[in-house]
């Protein structure tokens, strides 16, 4: 009944807080968003948009705009300084919601004077209070107030970067977002009602889309059709970015720590997430986005996340359902003799199977419904641990659809379960109440009974349909499926081998009690397969989760103590790299590393233009390839985080030049990652021509090479040789190697104080906003892990239970024997020693192989096994088995032998 | 359950307890065993008050100088016969592992399943069971056997094995038997009987000449007295 209940509350309570979030982000779609529609982009919206804004805030149809991007910012008087993440609104922003603020009210205010209104965690950072300046590239600013509250903002995004919500008006007075600044504008748009519907909203933003920019719209839509048609739902505005929205709520740690594509790993740190160094001769993209649109997104990341979830509910229900086999199985060997007088009596077997069949439906109702209670007590809790992940606020209600599933599917399976033990209370001959078989000999059991091999079916049907029917998808069912299967079949092997194992190894030598645990464990009625199982699963579910998030956090960590420095200054313009170079020379302070970055874009591979590669679908390639900004890099070397793995690294320059002379047409070399290669289906000798800020440069990839991606340096996916754009407009980053502490706030200060538009990065700062948000993550994964745990116990405890009478006996006959009850004590710690050691192991290496699969193939990191925690979980497990083996033990001593005795 | 029992058994004698059903049989026997404590008055097991012993030390007595067997048998099922037999020996620790081994073995030759060792509880009839039983009573050469209802799940002839078995071991190993049973015939065989009703001694017959038992009255394995 207990081992039901888990299952069922984890179902309920992950259903029902799903729901609860899904119509939370339904009812509140428009404060998420903002307004009713939004054009976004990375750059400066194009003039047409303008126009467009114009006539159509001349129709009714206002609009009010948000500028976000990173910039540091400087507190007096206390001289702090931190990157931030700027936000400058015009009036009216936002159309739905409230930025609610401390002092309250001081929101009216932000366009009155040059104020800044901040996250709480900046005025700590900066060791600054309300009242205090604050300055922003070359404006200053007065810090009015913090902001306690603003609409479509997950919590968690504030350590990233805090924000600073300033009035776009004063923006010219900061010199900041100057043009190629990199930014994301974001223009809102409020509609009336008839419009803001759904369908009309729809076509009203593909009527925009074709407006601003025909020929991207025509593409776009013939993708979606063409996703349409696949049977995916594909988010209509950009795939990948949304794709990558939605990942960044997942697991910010691991896109952290994967330096972000071309861009140095550090700047996706600092929050304005969008590159792009406008120019005339780039298309700026605008995506155009309706509430539906921003709904859908986020309901579909909150769904797969609530997959995920539902699957740990459901092998908690289905260990639920083997502790209910196992309990029922105990409890038919306590009902033979009632059975067997019942059938003297005339009770035909189908009359007895029945009665019990109702009681097992009974007890599963009772239990499912315990487990529903609990479940939606659960859910009430489940806010406190994801709440800042999440950009709403979530309104908890009791839904009943989910609390009505969970009921039935614990029923269900509770009955699916108790069914197949029960069947062999049709086979106890009435003649047992005559005279007294041993348990076993009074079921004989059969393997060709057509009824079993019948339940059997429906039960493994059953499992594999609720799964499928869970997970929404006949393949992904199956395989969960196939894995929990597999799990258990390696644990089912681990068990028949530990079986073999200590029928062979017992030696007359070994004392009493060694022999006798050890023997328990092969003979007749032994409980060696059921216990490892559940132990196993338990410690499997458990251990897995600890090593996928000690991983994530080691490679975070790793990767930022493998840089070459510790402080980072990015968005270096091209006429500031030699003044900050001698100012840091000044100080004795020099630069360690210099990377220029050039942004470009695909125009061709091979001759053949990005459109009509978009356009042939008979080769597969990434559209976010094609599409992307690219910032490449120049250099003669290689450097450590990367390999080649095809071709070879440029030649030395003297050869270069002379190839040059000879061919001055010739494309210029160029090495590609080999991922990259892969999604543009090109390959060494193919030829691409980049846009480089207006000016085409033709290149051949003469090396294809593998990079480390977690360094915490700038990683490049496309390296030229230094000839192909060393003269085109470039920006640099730059790292310098300051000491902590004074003189590290010194340098920032300086820096930001001369070059008000450099970023620059404090490295251990870095690490503790990873450390930060790491650890919020595990605080949710630790609720699961705990969660796994608190349904291992109640089906470890059933698995016990099934054999506990025959324990039971067999230890009061060796107290009447003259055994003390260290003895009897003794015998079953061995026992159960052995088979919390072996499931707990077991559990430990399944584990071992899962978070291997999880970290190498979804997060894409190397494996390493966290030995010693892991051995630590098992060790627990192994000393809660034991524990329940000493409770039984205790059972033997609470009556007097005789008593035992009688009652057998 | 028993009031104002008051008896004192013979080294090396065979006495029966009888009765009818709900007359306090078994819980005399219990008492006498230690399996159960009085709860007013004194149990005395071969010169030891079973009242002042704890719990384990009353299983070391049992382990040294008490032998059961059981009108269900009581075998561990989990068990085979040999090792069913050596249990007692190897909870006791008195000899090491291989002796009690050949004990064990040497004693079920003797009950006749010299070939049915390696068997469990389950593969053995009612019969064997409980001649496993019986060896696994004597192979710490108990000083007092006790025995409920031995033949009582068994039928005549399998039965009248087992009696005579008991008898045997009685004789050979100077061992004192109390038997619980239903069986007048079988009452009459032993030396002394003692009848309960309602938790009373109502009638304590000898059987035996007399000359056995003053010969036997020397020492005093067994004393109780219940109120």
Known sequence: ?904 | MLRDVTFTIAQGAFVSIVGPSGSGKTTLLGLLAGLDTPSRGTVTLDGTDLGNLDEDQRAKLRGERVGFVFQSFQLIPTLTALENVQVPLELSGAVPVREATARARDLLSRVGLGDRTHHFPQQLSGGEQQRVALARAFVNQPRVLFADEPTGNLDETTGERIVELLMQLNRERGSTIVLVTHDAALAARTQRTIRLRDGSIVEDVLHGPVSDIVENTAIEPLAVHAR
């Open chain 1, 1 to 904: 009944m207990s081992s039901i209940a888990f299952g069922v509350a984890a179902l309920v309570a992950i259903d029902s807080f799903a729901d609860n979030v899904t119509r939370s982000i339904r009812d509140q779609s428009r404060t998420l968003l903002g307004g009713d529609m939004s054009l976004g982009a990375s750059a400066t919206l194009p003039a047409v948009v303008d126009t467009l804004l114009d006539s159509l805030s001349k129709n009714g149809i206002p609009n009010t705009r948000v500028t976000t991007f990173a910039s540091m910012a400087l507190a007096e008087p206390s001289g702090g300084t931190r990157l931030v993440q700027i936000k400058a609104v015009s009036p009216g922003y936002p159309f739905y919601g409230q930025i609610e603020t401390a002092p309250v009210g001081g929101w009216a205010t932000v366009h009155d004077s040059p104020l800044v209104f901040v996250d709480p965690s900046l005025l700590i950072a900066l060791n600054a209070s309300v009242g205090d300046s604050l300055h922003l590239g070359t404006g200053m600013f007065r810090i009015a107030g913090t902001v306690v509250n603003a609409p479509g903002d997950a919590g968690i995004s504030s350590v990233i970067g805090p924000r600073v919500y300033v009035s776009s008006k004063w923006m010219p007075s900061t010199g900041l977002l100057r043009f190629g600044s990199r930014a994301q504008y974001d223009v809102l748009l409020r509609l009336p009602p008839a419009l803001a519907a759904k369908s009309n909203a729809a076509s009203m933003a593909r009527a925009l889309r074709r407006r601003i920019d025909p020929q991207a719209a025509a593409l776009q839509e013939a993708a979606d059709a063409r996703d349409g048609a696949r049977g995916r739902r594909g988010p209509a505005a950009d795939a990948p970015a949304a794709a990558e929205d939605s990942r960044a709520a997942a697991r910010p740690a691991a896109d952290t720590t994967r330096g972000n594509a071309d861009r140095p790993s550090a700047s996706s740190v600092g929050a304005a997430d969008t590159s792009g160094l406008a120019s005339g001769a780039f298309r700026t993209r605008v995506r155009v986005r309706t509430v539906a649109d921003t709904e859908r997104d986020f309901t579909e990341a909150v769904s797969r996340l609530a997959d995920f979830l539902s699957i740990i509910g459901l092998i908690a229900l289905l260990l639920g359902g083997i502790g209910v086999a196992s309990g029922v199985n105990a409890f038919v060997s306590a009902k033979i003799d009632t059975v067997a007088v019942l059938r003297c009596l005339g009770a035909t077997s189908r009359q007895v199977l029945a009665l019990y069949v109702v009681q097992a439906a009974v007890m599963g109702f009772v239990g499912a419904t315990a487990g529903a209670l609990l479940g939606v007590s659960v859910q009430f809790l489940l806010p406190r641990v994801v709440a800042d992940f999440l950009p709403i606020d979530v309104q908890l209600v009791v839904e009943t659809r989910p609390l009505l599933m969970g009921l039935a599917t614990g029923v269900w399976v509770s009955l699916v379960f108790a069914l197949r033990p029960l069947l062999a209370l049709r086979r106890i001959s009435p003649l047992q109440a005559i005279r007294r078989n041993a348990d076993q000999a009074a079921m004989p059991s059969q393997w060709k009974d057509a009824a079993r091999l019948a339940v059997d079916g429906v039960l493994v049907g059953s499992v594999v349909s609720i799964i499928v029917v869970r997970l929404g998808s006949v393949r992904d069912g199956l395989v969960v499926s196939a894995g929990i299967t597999a799990a258990m079949a390696v644990l089912w092997v681990a068990a028949s081998l530990l079986i073999t194992a200590a029928r062979r190894s017992a030696r007359p030598s070994w004392p009493f009690a060694l022999r006798q645990g050890v023997a328990n464990l092969h003979r007749p009625a032994n409980q060696t397969r059921a216990v490892t199982l559940a132990l196993g699963f338990g410690a499997f579910l458990l251990s897995t989760v600890y090593l996928v998030q000690a991983n994530v956090l080691g490679r975070v960590q790793t990767s930022a103590d493998a840089s070459v420095g510790n402080l980072l200054f990015f968005d270096v313009q091209d006429d500031q790299a030699a003044p900050l170079d001698s100012l840091l020379r000044a100080r004795n302070q020099p630069i360690v590393q210099q990377t220029p970055i050039v942004t470009m874009r695909i125009d061709a591979v091979n001759g053949r233009s990005v459109l009509m590669l978009t356009n042939d679908t008979t080769v597969r390639r990434a559209r976010w390839a094609l599409r992307r900004e690219y910032r490449s890099t120049y250099r003669e070397t290689i450097v450590g985080s990367e390999t080649v793995v095809e071709g070879q690294w440029f030649a030395d320059s003297t050869a270069r030049v002379q190839a040059r002379i000879a061919n001055p047409d010739a494309p210029f070399p160029m090495s590609i990652e080999k991922d990259l290669a892969a999604d543009l289906a090109v390959g060494l000798g193919d030829t691409i021509t980049w846009n480089v800020q207006g000016v085409p440069v033709r290149s051949v990839i003469t090396s294809v090479r593998t990079v480390n991606w977690a360094r915490f340096e700038a990683n490049f996916f496309v390296v030229f040789a230094p000839e192909a754009i060393r003269r085109a407009p470039q920006q640099f980053v730059i790292v310098a190697n300051v000491p902590d502490g004074a003189t590290l706030a010194a340098v920032q200060r300086d820096v930001v104080r001369r070059f008000p538009n450099v970023s620059s990065l404090d490295l251990s700062q870095v690490r503790q906003t990873i450390g930060a948000i790491v650890n919020r993550v595990t605080l949710a994964i630790r609720f699961l892990g705990i969660f796994s745990i608190a349904m291992g116990i109640p089906v470890l405890f059933s698995a016990v239970a099934a054999t506990r009478r025959a324990r039971l006996r067999e230890g009061v006959l060796l107290r009447t024997l003259g055994a003390t009850r260290a003895q009897v004590a003794r015998v079953l710690v061995t026992e159960y020693g052995a088979l919390g050691m072996l499931g707990a192991l077991t559990g430990m290496l399944l584990a071992f192989a899962g978070a291997w699969g999880l970290t190498r193939f979804v997060f894409n990191d190397p494996f390493d096994p966290a030995v010693w925690p892991t051995l630590a979980i098992a060790v627990g497990m192994l000393l809660l088995t034991m524990g329940i083996g000493l409770l039984t033990s205790r059972d033997v001593y609470k009556a007097t032998p005789m008593a035992a005795i009688r009652e057998s």
